[in-house]
């Protein structure tokens, strides 16, 4: 075998730090992002933020509608663990009553559930099965009320139990008809107790107002509200995209060799002036880049999706990430960072960017989206007869007959389950 040394041209793209940097800062939400600029501006002493009125770095000690907005966008987030916590220090409780009530605690699922059996959780901590489950008792009378339930059926039990009003009867059914209440053999179950089925209808009405899941609104990331990142409005019948350039504060960067005139700067100091004052510009232009970035894919969205702006969403059209980064000439994966946890305030309320894409429903349905199908089917459930509920078949027939769109019976129960709507026999109401 003949070995020989040949010499090849060809371009190969070296990623630097700098813009696997900026990757990143295209991707970032702003609270994200203001979070990283917050970091870089205590690391680097050459950057400095523009404070203005409604600068987040601003915290005005005014009257509270002039609240900063840090003050207004973030709150301390309590999560369900120490919120019970929390309601321990009213309790004079003994050592080993602390340790059984941490050990539940911690054994607490995102809903507020404990799904681990107590047997398993007493043998930690070597005490007997009966001893934690008088102290599980103990934690379900705290707040939020069904905390600790070990299946569905107690936790709506807990909370029935803590009404102001009472109901026996709804008790009783929880306690011991709950299969046939969860689904909806009413009529067997007006039997049993012989009752009315519209008792049993009152009873669900009841239930429909308690949690099914009391730990799940402690869990959700309570520590910033949603603010948009762009608003579309309508002046001198245009419509105009405007930044919300408040989110995330101006920045200016200090050189302090070149203000430093006739004072001699060392070789040190002049490296570390160098570096900051180089971190400093390249925050400056991602952040500028981002800006741009975002306001030309959102500008690519509204040519695509005029008619979202005058008909709302049932009129959004099929759009992928790839029509719009062909359009612009980007990549899809810069689409995809761009519209990632970025929201529009529009006419029709706040939505992220990502839902303005959708996959088109078929090649014969024309623009019609899988979105605007999803939308026109919950119109029709909302407005069924609850009393005879609409077939998945019928769903789609009627689909076909309001709005021309013809979908198989398939697809109507695949969109359904994924908009979590129940079937038409839990649906049905007496």
């Not at 404990?114 to 001893?131: G, Q, R, Y």
């Not at 600790?148 to 803590?162: N, T």
């Not at 719009?324 to 529009?346: C, G, M, P, W």
Request: with cysteine; net charge neutral.
């Amino acid at each position: 075998m003949k070995m020989d040394l040949v010499q090849q041209q060809g371009l190969k793209l070296n990623m630097t730090q700098e813009l696997q940097q900026a990757i990143s800062l295209l991707q970032y939400s702003s609270a994200d992002l203001l979070s990283y600029v917050r970091e870089l501006t205590l690391e680097n002493p050459l950057i400095e933020v523009k404070e203005s009125r409604q600068s987040p770095f601003r915290q005005s000690r005014t009257s509270s509608n002039k609240q900063s907005f840090i003050e207004n966008t973030v709150k301390e987030k309590t999560n369900l663990r120490d919120h019970l916590r929390h309601q321990l220090i009213d309790f004079s409780l003994s050592k080993q009553d602390r340790s059984c009530l941490e050990l539940l605690i911690n054994a607490l699922d995102s809903n507020g559930y404990i799904k681990d059996s107590l047997e398993e959780l007493a043998l930690i901590m070597n005490i007997d099965e009966e001893v934690l489950e008088s102290k599980l008792y103990f934690l379900q009378s705290l707040e939020p009320a069904g905390v600790g339930a070990r299946s569905l059926q107690e936790c709506i039990l807990l909370q029935l139990r803590r009404l102001k009003t009472r109901n026996e009867l709804a008790e009783t059914i929880i306690c011991d008809h709950f299969r046939l209440f969860a689904e909806k053999s009413w009529k067997e179950l007006s039997k049993i107790l012989k009752i009315k089925i519209n008792q049993i209808q009152e009873i669900h009405e009841i239930i429909k107002q308690l949690e099914p899941r009391p730990g799940l609104k402690y869990e959700v990331d309570e520590s910033t509200y949603v603010t948009a990142d762009i608003t579309i409005k309508e002046v001198n019948g245009a419509w105009h995209i405007m930044y919300n350039d408040e989110i995330i504060p101006q920045l200016m960067v200090h050189d302090p060799s070149v203000a430093s005139g006739s004072f001699t700067i060392d070789k040190e100091a002049k490296s570390y002036y160098a570096k900051n004052v180089t971190q400093g510009k390249w925050l400056v232009r991602a952040i500028e880049q981002r800006k741009e970035t975002m306001i030309n894919v959102m500008n690519e969205i509204l040519k695509r999706q005029s008619d979202f702006l005058i008909k709302g969403k049932s009129a959004l059209k099929p759009l992928t990430l790839k029509d719009i980064a062909d359009t612009l000439d980007i990549h899809e994966s810069t689409v995809s960072r761009t519209v990632k946890d970025k929201f529009v305030q529009t006419p029709h309320g706040l939505m992220n960017m990502k839902s303005f894409f959708s996959t088109k429903l078929s090649e014969d349905q024309g623009d019609v989206s899988a979105s605007s199908v999803k939308l026109r089917l919950k119109e029709v459930i909302d407005s069924e007869n609850k009393k005879k509920p609409l077939s998945d078949q019928k769903i789609a027939n009627t689909l076909k007959t309001l709005y021309d769109i013809d979908i198989s019976r398939r697809t109507v129960t695949k969109y359904r389950e994924q908009l979590t709507i129940p079937t038409s026999s839990i649906r049905k109401e007496y």
